[in-house]
C-alpha cells in the first residue's frame, strides 16, 4: 500500500487572486458615503435648530422668523447660566431732532449758452482762455470788420441822396401850393408832388435803416458775454470764416455763479415738502459728495416741479448755491441733505436700541429693579443714529443699545451705560444724576 503524501509533497497552487469592485460600484458606494454624512450634518443642525426655538426669549423678544438675530453680541456671555446678563444701556431724552431728507442731484447752471457769431466773415481774434471765468459784456472774439464798415459808408451815402431829393421835394411842393392858391396852376400837379415828396420821404426811411443795419454789423463783429460765467473750450480757431449757422460755434458759457442742484426726492415727501416751502421757510440743502463724507456747499430751496415722474415715484425739486469757493462743476453728480424743519422736545433714543419681532417694533427698557421689560415703541423720524419715539418710552427710561439678542421678558441684568457722545468706554453703573436719586439695587 502506497503511503499518503505528506504537506511537502503535494502540488503547490496559486494563491486566488480577491476580486475587485467594478468602478461604477466603487463610485457609487462613494457618493453613498458623502450623502450619509450630509445627512448626519443636517440631523445635528435640526437638533441645533429645534434647541434655540425652544431656549429663546418671549414672542415680543424674538426676531423674525423665531431665531436669536446676534447682531451685536458686544459683550461676552461672562455671567453663567442663571445669573444676571451684562448690557449696555442708554438713556432716553428730551431733545431737538432735525427731520432731514436725502436725494441725488445734478449741478446744473442757471443758464448755458453757445456762443455764436449772428454775422458772416474771418474771426481776426479770441479774446478768452479756456475755462476763463468772464464777466458780462467781456469781448469774446472779433471778426473782420471792414466789409461793413465799407457797406456803411454805402449806406450812408445813399441816405444823404435820398434826403437831398426829399428836401428839394418839399420845396417844390410849397411853391406849388402857393401857385395853385393863384389860380397859376391845376391841382393836379399839387397832389403829382405831394406824391413825390412821400415817395421820397420812404426813401429816406429805407436808407437809414440800412444805415442802422450796417452799424449794428458793425457791433456784432465784436462778440462779447451775454452774461457772467465760466468759458468752455474754444471750439473755432482764429483765422476761421465762421457763419451764424456754424452747429458748434465759438464757444460755450456756463453761469456757475450762482449755480444751481436739480435733485429727486421719494413722492410721500411731497406734502411735508410743500407745506414748508408755501410758508415761505428757508429750507436749507446741503451739497455732499459722490461717498457723501465731504460737503461741498450750503444752499436753499428754490422752485419745485410740477410733475411726479410715474417711473420712478419721485418729484423734482432745484435748489441754488452761491458757489463763491467753485465748489460745484456743472454736471457734477452730489448727494443732497434738505434740512426740512427742526422738531423740539421730543423723546430721542439711539437706532442701535430698537428691535423687531413679530408682534411689532419694541425696546427693553431696564426697571429700577434692573430687570429688562420688552415694550413696544411707535417710532417717529431719525436723524443719523438717534431715533424719535412716539409712544412707549419716556425720556429717563433705561434702554438697552447691546447685548438684547441675550435678554428674554424680566430677564436681571447688569446695566452699564453709554455717555452721550462719549469715545471711550462705557462707564459702569447709572450716570451721577441718577445715582444720587435711587438706591443701588442688590445685583449691583
Same mark, same amino acid.
Given at each position: 500500500m502506497n503511503p499518503s503524501p505528506t504537506e511537502a509533497d503535494r502540488p503547490k497552487t496559486a494563491p486566488r487572486p480577491v476580486p475587485e =469592485? !467594478?468602478? !461604477?460600484?466603487?463610485?457609487? *458606494?462613494?457618493?453613498? /458615503?458623502? =450623502?450619509?454624512? +450630509?445627512? /448626519?450634518? $443636517?440631523?445635528?443642525? %435640526?437638533?441645533? *435648530?429645534?434647541?434655540?426655538?425652544?431656549?429663546?426669549? !418671549?414672542?415680543?423678544?424674538?426676531?423674525?422668523?423665531? *431665531? /436669536?438675530?446676534?447682531?451685536?453680541?458686544?459683550?461676552?456671555?461672562?455671567?453663567?447660566?442663571?445669573?444676571?446678563? !451684562?448690557? =449696555?444701556?442708554s438713556v432716553a431724552r428730551s431733545s431737538d431732532l432735525n427731520i432731514i431728507l436725502n436725494g441725488l442731484g445734478t449741478v446744473t447752471p442757471l443758464a448755458t449758452v453757445t456762443v455764436r457769431t449772428q454775422i458772416s466773415g474771418q474771426l481776426t481774434s479770441v479774446n478768452f482762455t479756456e475755462g476763463q471765468l468772464v464777466k458780462q459784456g467781456d469781448l469774446l472774439a472779433v471778426i473782420d470788420p471792414r466789409p461793413y464798415e465799407v457797406s456803411l459808408e454805402q449806406a450812408q451815402g445813399q441816405l444823404l441822396q435820398a434826403q437831398a431829393q426829399y428836401n428839394e421835394a418839399k420845396i417844390d411842393l410849397d411853391r406849388y401850393v402857393t401857385l395853385s392858391a393863384q389860380d397859376s396852376i391845376s391841382k393836379q400837379q399839387v397832389d403829382a408832388e405831394r406824391a413825390l415828396?412821400? &415817395?421820397?420821404?420812404?426813401?429816406?426811411?429805407?436808407?437809414?435803416?440800412?444805415?442802422?443795419?450796417?452799424?449794428?454789423?458793425? %457791433?456784432?463783429?465784436?462778440?462779447?458775454?451775454?452774461?457772467?460765467?465760466?468759458?468752455?473750450?474754444? $471750439?473755432?480757431?482764429q483765422g476761421n470764416f465762421v457763419t451764424p449757422g456754424d452747429a458748434g460755434g465759438l464757444v460755450i458759457l456756463a453761469e456757475v455763479k450762482p449755480i444751481t442742484v436739480i435733485f429727486t426726492l421719494p413722492e410721500d415727501s411731497i406734502p411735508a415738502v410743500l407745506t414748508q416751502f408755501r410758508a415761505g421757510a428757508k429750507i436749507q440743502v446741503d451739497a455732499y459728495n459722490r461717498d457723501h463724507t465731504a460737503k461741498l456747499a450750503t444752499g436753499g430751496l428754490s422752485s419745485l416741479d410740477n410733475t411726479v415722474d410715474p417711473t420712478t415715484g419721485t418729484f423734482k425739486l432745484r435748489a441754488i448755491f452761491p458757489n463763491d469757493?467753485?465748489? +460745484?462743476?456743472?454736471?457734477?453728480?452730489?448727494?443732497?441733505?434738505? $434740512?426740512?424743519?427742526?422738531?423740539?422736545?421730543?423723546?430721542?433714543?439711539?437706532?442701535?436700541?430698537?428691535?423687531?419681532?413679530? &408682534?411689532?417694533?419694541?425696546?427693553?427698557?431696564?426697571?429700577?429693579?434692573?430687570?429688562?421689560?420688552?415694550?413696544?415703541?411707535? *417710532?417717529?423720524?431719525?436723524?443719523?443714529?438717534?431715533?424719535?419715539? +412716539?409712544?412707549?418710552?419716556?425720556?429717563?427710561?433705561?434702554v438697552v443699545i447691546d447685548g438684547a439678542d441675550r435678554l428674554k421678558d424680566g430677564m436681571e441684568v447688569v446695566p452699564t451705560f453709554q455717555r452721550p457722545g462719549a469715545g471711550g468706554p462705557a462707564k459702569s453703573g447709572p450716570p451721577d444724576g441718577e445715582r444720587r436719586r435711587r438706591r443701588p439695587s442688590g445685583g449691583n
Open positions: =469592485l !467594478p468602478v !461604477p460600484l466603487k463610485r457609487k *458606494l462613494s457618493r453613498r /458615503a458623502v =450623502l450619509l454624512g +450630509l445627512l /448626519a450634518l $443636517l440631523l445635528l443642525g %435640526v437638533g441645533a *435648530l429645534v434647541y434655540h426655538r425652544y431656549h429663546m426669549p !418671549p414672542t415680543l423678544g424674538a426676531r423674525p422668523g423665531g *431665531l /436669536a438675530g446676534g447682531r451685536r453680541g458686544g459683550f461676552g456671555g461672562g455671567f453663567g447660566a442663571g445669573g444676571p446678563t !451684562p448690557v =449696555l444701556v415828396v412821400s &415817395q421820397y420821404e420812404g426813401m429816406v426811411k429805407t436808407n437809414q435803416g440800412t444805415v442802422d443795419s450796417a452799424k449794428l454789423n458793425l %457791433v456784432y463783429c465784436h462778440i462779447t458775454a451775454p452774461f457772467s460765467g465760466r468759458v468752455g473750450f474754444r $471750439l473755432v480757431d469757493d467753485d465748489g +460745484l462743476f456743472p454736471n457734477q453728480f452730489v448727494n443732497i441733505s434738505m $434740512l426740512l424743519a427742526v422738531k423740539h422736545g421730543v423723546t430721542v433714543i439711539p437706532t442701535s436700541a430698537i428691535e423687531r419681532g413679530q &408682534q411689532g417694533t419694541f425696546v427693553y427698557v431696564v426697571g429700577q429693579d434692573n430687570k429688562a421689560a420688552a415694550k413696544s415703541v411707535t *417710532l417717529g423720524a431719525v436723524e443719523g443714529e438717534r431715533q424719535e419715539i +412716539l409712544s412707549g418710552v419716556a425720556p429717563g427710561d433705561r
